[in-house]
């Protein structure tokens, strides 16, 4: 008897292939997740603009900023990407901004990480912006899926491809 390890079995492919339904609700998610976490921290700074600058002039060492500007900078990030995480556009190109960002304020704020930058890395510091880098990477990777702007658009130009 031979047996062949280059095709899986038919049970493996339809689970497979059931599961991959859950992609647009999962990045959907990710999306409303990530956005909701960086919206509320933009009302936080908006609230209080003098605590806002104080913060940033004493406890975030944004690099290459000046601290007011860093503050207004960041208030607004905060306030106006997670509309566009929401509802799906741009999503790759704002992901990727956010990553960078994320990464900027977890570098920028050495409170997040008592034990040391790598020892907090790989430990169990600052464990909530790592889920959301991770959440940033698979929405660059993996765009916003169909439940999104980008998706209906996509779409449209595809079936507007096609009509032509």
């Known amino acids: ?47 209080d603009p003098s605590g ?22 960041g208030t607004w990030v905060e306030l106006i990407t997670p509309w566009f995480l929401i509802f799906g556009l741009g999503t790759r190109v704002v992901a990727a901004m956010l990553f960078v960002y994320n990464i900027i304020a977890v570098v920028s ?13 790989i430990g169990s510091d600052f464990d909530d912006h790592k889920a959301w880098g991770l959440m940033f990477l698979a929405l660059v990777a993996w765009g916003p899926g169909v439940l999104s702007l980008d998706g209906v658009v996509s779409w449209w130009l595809r079936r507007r491809g096609r009509a032509a």
């Open 1 to 47: 008897m031979h047996t062949s390890i280059s095709s899986p079995p038919g049970y493996w492919q339809d689970l497979t292939a059931a599961l991959r339904h859950l992609q647009p609700v999962v990045l959907l998610l990710f999306r409303l997740l990530v956005a909701v976490a960086f919206w509320r921290a933009g009302v936080v700074k908006l609230a």
């Open 52 to 73: 806002t600058l104080a913060l940033f002039t004493s406890e975030y060492h944004v690099p290459l900023l000046a601290p007011q500007v860093a503050a207004t900078l």
């Open 109 to 121: 704020y050495p409170d997040l990480w008592p034990n040391g930058f790598w020892t907090g890395l």
